[in-house]
């Protein structure tokens, strides 16, 4: 999965982190919620692992 | 009738496919559906294209080739009305090591248990698909997922420019129990390019760990000319060491089964609606998904172009969007609650009634997908 960058998004319902914003490599995104079993999710993960990339917190 | 006569007749029913229902564990093996749409393109990066099927062309070095992977009507295959087609824009002769082209089906635990895998009864099973294009060598390997460091067998296979049905019997293996869960366990992967990483060694006819130099030996390369095409249809895996009849199944049988993995809503008509829903202040709104079926996890939320869709408020203008969003803490399988914000909306107030709705284009859609 060619990552570009990911970013906490804060639910208005729950006041905290409710998805994550994933950016392609392409600049399209998708909002991936914080579930194990879901491959987006597992990508971030593994990418965020990577020195240099972090997810960044939610505005 | 004679003892022998009956079992002649009984052998007849089977190899006609006339009993024994529910053979094909493969979902969407006509290549039917394509709710994300019919052609794709593909540069960097892995993707779904028609329903259940990923294409993957990161093998750890980009590759300079690219295809274009479409749904192809066919009249040359009787039985058959699709195929997925592949079709060589780029060409890439200069291979890196580590460049790889997969086309990939990948299966839930809880749906490959009949294999009995890591079990002393481990099942054969056969893999049997059409194909045709330019004449190539490729691999299919069947790759175990959740054994630690995962476990792999494989076999090359011929495609030349007429359609042949390809069968493929592999053992049962008798090392490493499929987790019975709706995550990902088990995946059948066609290479039809790759580098040195993927085919320096010896190709790994038995099972065993997954060494990454014995999964593709042997294979051309679908980069190696922009004449090049590829045309698969037909997939089938099932319990057996014989290859049965394809298992048809009705177009919307199969659209149910991918709807467990991509539930897409895409506008039929400008200003097509997507759903209802309630202003929670004068600048956002929540709208509710249900999904019909569940889907197999929570899924990701992907919409299309954010200018093309708008929120109709109660004097019925259709007002833009700042942004779309899921909530993890409120969502699950059954259903989500999508998020909309900073709506540029002059008259709504919390507690309105308000539609989500493509705006002047028939381009809009929004979609769920729970892929594996």
Same mark, same amino acid.
């Given at each position: 999965?060619?990552?570009?960058?990911?970013?906490?998004?804060?639910s208005?319902?729950?006041?905290?982190?409710?998805?994550?914003?994933?950016?392609?490599?392409?600049?399209?995104?998708?909002?991936?919620?914080?579930?194990?079993?879901?491959?987006?999710?597992?990508?971030?993960?593994?990418?965020?692992?990577?020195?240099?990339?972090?997810?960044?917190?939610?505005? | 009738?004679?003892?022998?006569?009956?079992?002649?007749?009984?052998?007849?029913?089977?190899?006609?496919?006339?009993?024994?229902? =529910?053979?094909?564990?493969?979902?969407?093996?006509?290549m039917q559906?394509?709710?994300?749409g019919? $052609?794709? *393109?593909?540069?960097?990066?892995?993707? %779904? $294209?028609?329903?259940?099927?990923?294409?993957?062309?990161?093998?750890?070095?980009?590759?300079?080739? @690219?295809? &274009?992977?479409?749904?192809?009507? +066919? /009249?040359?295959?009787?039985?058959?009305?699709?195929?997925? !087609?592949?079709?060589? /824009?780029?060409?890439?002769?200069?291979?890196?090591?580590?460049?790889?082209?997969?086309?990939?089906q =990948?299966?839930?635990?809880?749906?490959?248990?009949q294999? !009995? !895998?890591? &079990?002393?009864?481990?099942?054969?099973?056969?893999?049997?698909?059409?194909?045709?294009?330019?004449?190539? #060598?490729?691999?299919?390997?069947?790759?175990?997922?959740d054994?630690?460091?995962? @476990?792999? +067998?494989?076999?090359?296979?011929g495609?030349?420019?007429?359609?042949? @049905?390809?069968?493929? &019997?592999?053992?049962?293996?008798?090392t490493?129990?499929?987790?019975?869960?709706?995550?990902?366990?088990?995946?059948?992967?066609?290479f039809l390019?790759?580098?040195?990483?993927?085919?320096?060694?010896?190709?790994?006819?038995?099972?065993?760990?997954?060494?990454?130099?014995?999964?593709?030996?042997? +294979?051309?390369?679908?980069?190696?000319?922009?004449?090049?095409?590829?045309?698969?249809?037909?997939?089938?895996?099932?319990?057996?060491?014989?290859? #049965?009849?394809?298992?048809?199944?009705?177009?919307?049988?199969?659209?149910?089964?991918?709807? =467990? %993995?991509?539930?897409?809503? *895409?506008?039929?008509?400008? %200003?097509? @609606?997507?759903?209802?829903?309630?202003? #929670?202040?004068?600048?956002?709104?929540?709208?509710?998904?249900?999904?019909?079926? %569940?889907?197999?996890?929570?899924? #990701?939320?992907?919409?299309?172009?954010?200018?093309?869709?708008v929120?109709?408020?109660?004097?019925?203008?259709?007002?833009?969007?700042?942004?779309?969003?899921?909530? /993890?803490? &409120?969502?699950?399988?059954?259903?989500?609650?999508?998020?909309?914000?900073?709506?540029?909306?002059?008259?709504?107030?919390?507690?309105?009634?308000?539609?989500?709705?493509?705006?002047?284009?028939?381009?809009?859609?929004?979609?769920?997908?729970s892929?594996?």
């Amino acid at each position: 999965m060619d990552i570009k960058s990911a970013k906490y998004k804060t639910s208005k319902i729950t006041n905290e982190n409710g998805s994550i914003e994933l950016t392609f490599g392409d600049d399209t995104t998708c909002q991936v919620p914080l579930t194990v079993g879901n491959r987006h999710y597992q990508a971030i993960l593994e990418w965020a692992k990577i020195d240099g990339n972090a997810i960044e917190a939610a505005d | 009738m004679t003892k022998a006569a009956e079992l002649a007749k009984m052998g007849e029913v089977l190899t006609n496919g006339q009993i024994g229902g =529910r053979r094909n564990i493969v979902i969407n093996g006509a290549m039917q559906v394509a709710q994300r749409g019919t $052609s794709f *393109d593909y540069v960097t990066t892995d993707a %779904y $294209s028609l329903d259940r099927f990923n294409i993957d062309v990161t093998g750890g070095d980009n590759s300079a080739g @690219r295809l &274009t992977a479409s749904q192809a009507a +066919i /009249t040359d295959l009787p039985g058959f009305a699709n195929a997925l !087609k592949f079709d060589c /824009t780029t060409a890439d002769t200069s291979i890196a090591a580590g460049e790889a082209l997969i086309l990939s089906q =990948r299966f839930e635990g809880q749906d490959v248990q009949q294999l !009995k !895998k890591g &079990t002393s009864s481990a099942e054969k099973f056969t893999v049997s698909f059409y194909v045709k294009g330019t004449a190539k #060598t490729y691999a299919l390997e069947v790759l175990d997922i959740d054994t630690t460091n995962n @476990r792999s +067998i494989a076999q090359t296979f011929g495609v030349t420019t007429s359609w042949n @049905r390809v069968v493929l &019997t592999f053992d049962g293996d008798t090392t490493g129990v499929l987790d019975d869960d709706a995550n990902r366990s088990l995946d059948l992967n066609f290479f039809l390019h790759a580098g040195a990483t993927y085919t320096g060694g010896t190709l790994d006819t038995a099972w065993g760990a997954m060494t990454n130099a014995n999964r593709a030996v042997g +294979i051309g390369s679908f980069y190696s000319s922009t004449d090049n095409e590829f045309f698969i249809t037909g997939l089938q895996m099932e319990v057996g060491s014989q290859a #049965t009849p394809f298992e048809h199944r009705s177009f919307g049988e199969e659209l149910q089964l991918c709807r =467990r %993995y991509l539930q897409y809503f *895409d506008a039929h008509s400008n %200003y097509d @609606r997507f759903a209802i829903g309630t202003a #929670t202040t004068t600048d956002d709104c929540n709208f509710l998904f249900k999904f019909n079926p %569940y889907m197999r996890d929570v899924p #990701t939320l992907v919409h299309g172009t954010l200018s093309e869709i708008v929120v109709l408020d109660n004097d019925n203008s259709a007002e833009a969007i700042g942004s779309l969003s899921i909530d /993890t803490n &409120t969502d699950g399988p059954q259903g989500c609650n999508v998020e909309a914000s900073d709506i540029t909306s002059d008259v709504m107030t919390a507690g309105d009634a308000t539609q989500m709705s493509a705006a002047n284009t028939a381009n809009a859609f929004i979609s769920f997908d729970s892929e594996l």
